[in-house]
């Protein structure tokens, strides 16, 4: 089946330790999106790529990078981790500028 | 900016009763994307429904209905026939262009046996 996968589901890492994140699809999307989320709260977007274009939220920490090799995967590098940054983070795909996003299971990150 | 409302936090419903969720938004565009998504404790995100703004007819997909009233900027969700695996995390959330996906805060759902 086609779908968003995740990997690892579960990630320990310690406080400044680099961490990547991984997400792939079989959809043949051509955007994708990261989203963090904290317990108990909305999804904020951290960024997406629209094909190779990249397109950072203003508010998204410096410290936080994507990277998109090729229309399958997509990868989010956090340089150096503090314990805010702590949660859920999804990541989503969709056809088009407009299309329904289809979401993966979610990575949940924790910063020890 | 575009900002998304749920003012329920938690709502509960017996099994095999019916629900609405709320949801108002605020924009200014007069062409737009909403949606509802459902996350399971397991926190995958699934797509529950959608509306274009530009289509006047309520979108339905088997129990799940909305009431969309763009004049009012308001988008509920009605669950009939609840069932124990409708139990989740339900978000309303408000698109317009790339990438400007917004969520609201989130109604909680309990089904009671």
């Known amino acids: 089946d086609a779908m968003v996968i995740q990997n690892p589901r579960y990630q320990v890492t310690q406080f400044g330790k680099p961490v990547t994140l991984s997400c792939s699809q079989t959809?043949?999307?051509?955007?994708m999106y990261w989203y963090q989320q904290k317990s108990s709260q909305a999804p904020k977007l951290l960024f997406h790529y629209y094909d190779k274009d990249f397109n950072n939220e203003a508010d998204t920490p410096d410290n936080f990078q994507s990277r998109r090799p090729n229309t399958s995967f997509c990868f989010l590098d956090i340089r150096s981790p503090g314990l805010g940054d702590a949660a859920m983070y999804l990541c989503a795909t969709s056809s088009g500028s407009t299309d329904t996003q289809y979401f993966g299971p979610g990575t949940r990150l924790t910063v020890l | 900016a575009q900002t998304v409302t749920q003012s329920q936090p938690e709502m509960s419903v017996q099994e095999a009763e019916t629900v609405t969720l709320s949801c108002t938004y605020d924009t200014s565009e007069s062409d737009y994307y909403l949606f509802w998504y459902k996350q399971p404790p397991s926190r995958q995100m699934i797509l529950v429904i959608r509306?274009?703004?530009?289509?006047?007819q309520n979108a339905t997909e088997n129990r799940f209905s909305v009431n969309f009233q763009k004049a009012a900027k308001s988008f509920s969700l009605k669950i009939s026939d609840s069932q124990l695996g409708d139990a989740a995390m339900y978000f309303c959330?408000?698109?317009?262009?790339?990438?400007?996906?917004?969520f609201g805060a989130g109604t909680r759902l309990t089904v009671k046996p």
């Open positions: 509306q274009e703004a530009y289509k006047q």
């Open positions: 959330a408000y698109r317009r262009g790339r990438g400007d996906m917004r």
């Open positions: 959809l043949n999307h051509n955007v």
